[in-house]
């Protein structure tokens, strides 16, 4: 599961890569809730394996988006309420750990 999430991680770096001044705004999201979500289909996660999951999704994204700011890969506009793609990939890639977690979590336990 988490090689997914490290999959879709490079995919995201690969595109940012090619065209740098267009900024992927789901790559951060995708990246950070792929753990968690792909968990889910396999039945409800404990609180704690989906934070481990989120927080490993967080981790693949993180890592992408370190990679893009060293390399100047994040040029492409940002939303109009970010000041610039970085804090915005960096902000999508929370919500996205956070959403992953709630999603891996909703169901009944067995």
């Known amino acids: 599961m988490v090689y997914l999430s490290a999959g879709l ?3 995201w770096t690969a595109l940012a890569f090619w065209q740098p001044t ?6 951060p999201v995708v990246v ?8 889910r ?14 927080v490993a999704g967080l981790t693949n994204a ?5 990679v893009l700011a060293v390399f100047d890969k994040l040029r492409g506009p940002a939303l ?3 000041p610039n793609a970085l ?20 169901g009944k336990q067995q």
Request: glycine share 14%; charged share 5%.
């Open 80 to 82: 109009g309420f970010f």
């Open 41 to 54: 289909s396999l039945g409800p996660l404990s609180r704690p394996a989906a934070m481990g999951a989120a």
């Open 87 to 106: 804090v915005e990939s960096i902000v999508f890639a929370i919500f996205g750990a956070v959403v992953g977690a709630l999603i891996g979590m909703t």
């Open 32 to 39: 950070a809730m792929a753990v968690a979500v792909v968990h």
């Open 9 to 11: 991680a490079l995919a």
């Open 62 to 66: 993180g890592l992408a988006i370190l």
């Open 22 to 27: 267009t900024t992927w705004h789901l790559g």
